[in-house]
């Protein structure tokens, strides 16, 4: 399998800025095979990145995408609009969920439509601070991975991918604090643990489970090896294009 490095930009860079990074990324980017390398720029920069980007090389996520394919929707992007042009996109990041009220109804339909659109979709679950401390945190992801699949059948699981990001370890929440690697284990294993009670314990084990909150180049080593983590998404640290870099080529050595 192979291991996933993904950045999410978020509301940073304009186009114009985004394409000097891809250039700049692209020239330093060595060819791993087995690394996945994926950014995931503003919706308006997709089009123009998408015609820069070298595809052998890395991938482009949207950050974002509607579940219906045309109509009366203003100001959305849909994923057949997105199709051709990522081949990733972010599902249910918390700042979606908890700044734009998505919930897991909504959730679900754009997995649903990634799928169908064939993007893969980037699946993103975590407890928040307050439900940490309540003990809810199995609760919180069972729900979240069991929402955000509803809508995905046996044959199309293989297509998604799971990120494990717990909100209170984001680097723009107030007060963010590094999640352990043993935390993250237990987490993701609660992720896969779910995942086999629908799909089965042989699907349970594959699907591909990202960590997200904070990474940098100096805990993704550690990020990288907890069992069971296929992979890294961060914000802050791929916005730095030696971060990113270091940080791929952390990826690639853990592999080795
Ligand atoms: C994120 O928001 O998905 C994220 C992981 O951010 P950061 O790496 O900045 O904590």
């Given at each position: 399998m192979k291991t996933y490095v993904v950045g999410n930009w978020k509301l940073n860079f304009n186009v114009g800025e985004a394409s000097i990074y891809l250039h700049k990324l692209l020239k330093k980017l060595?060819?791993?095979?087995?690394v996945e390398v994926v950014i995931a720029p503003s919706t308006i920069a997709l089009q123009p990145l998408s015609l820069q980007v070298d595809r052998h090389k890395m991938k482009l996520a949207a950050q974002n995408g509607f579940y219906r394919d045309y109509g009366a929707f203003t100001g959305e992007t849909s994923m057949s609009q997105l199709r051709g042009i990522v081949d990733y996109v972010i599902v249910g990041h918390s700042e979606r969920r908890y700044v734009m009220g998505e919930n897991d109804k909504m959730i679900a339909k754009k997995v649903a439509a990634a799928v169908r659109n064939r993007i893969t979709p980037i699946l993103c679950v975590g407890e928040t601070e307050n439900e940490r401390a309540f003990g809810e945190t199995a609760d919180v992801i069972r729900d979240q991975v069991l929402g955000g699949l509803s809508e995905v059948s046996e044959e199309d699981i293989d297509k998604v991918i799971i990120a494990y990001e717990p909100v209170w370890a984001i680097?723009?929440?107030?007060g963010a604090k590094l999640a352990t690697p043993d935390e993250v284990a237990t987490v993701v294993g609660l992720v896969r643990a779910t995942i086999s009670e629908v799909y089965g314990a042989e699907t349970g084990e594959r699907v591909p489970v990202l960590f997200g909150g904070s990474v940098n180049p100096s805990n993704a080593g550690a990020y990288l090896t907890v069992p069971g983590v296929n992979g890294v998404l961060m914000g802050g640290?791929?916005?730095i294009l030696s971060e990113f870099i270091d940080i791929i080529d952390t990826a690639k050595r853990v592999r080795a």
């Open positions: 060595p060819n791993y095979r087995d680097s723009s929440v107030k640290s791929s916005l």
